[in-house]
């Protein structure tokens, strides 16, 4: 079993930024790929952003390209997103997945084995 856990959440201005990391902690060797969802009151869950392998490898959702950047530190076991120039639209529950598997689509949620329980972050315009 793989546990993940979610911080670096928060109120932010638009146009701020944030941290989010997750930490990752048990059978972590068995980690083939990360990734990041979030989802927003009534909405349902989307994906925003993966990296597989060693970390060279990256995905992200075409709505925060050239605003987020995804990385992992394998010592630490933890996974970082950086968000920048936050927009409201980005108000939502940001969830860390982890999967132990490779798969030719990591942003489907199926994909994923493990999922913390959610860092919400709030952008106020």
């Known amino acids: 079993q793989v546990q993940l856990v979610e911080s670096g959440g928060g109120l932010v201005q638009a146009g701020g930024s944030l941290r989010l990391s997750c930490a990752a902690s048990?059978?972590?060797?068995?980690?083939?790929?990360m990734g990041w969802f979030r989802q927003a009151p009534g909405k349902e869950r989307e994906f925003v952003a993966a990296?597989?392998?060693?970390?060279?490898?990256?995905y992200y959702a075409d709505s925060v390209k050239g605003r987020f950047t995804i990385s992992r530190d394998n010592a630490k076991n933890t996974e970082y997103l950086q968000v920048n120039s936050l927009k409201p639209e980005d108000t939502a529950v940001y969830y860390c997945?982890?999967?132990?598997?490779?798969?030719?689509?990591?942003?489907?949620?199926?994909?994923?084995?493990?999922w913390g329980q959610g860092t919400q972050v709030t952008v106020a315009s």
């Open positions: 990296i597989r392998g060693s970390g060279t490898i990256t």
């Open positions: 048990g059978r972590t060797f068995s980690i083939y790929a």
């Open positions: 997945a982890a999967s132990g598997h490779y798969y030719s689509d990591y942003a489907t949620a199926g994909a994923y084995d493990y």
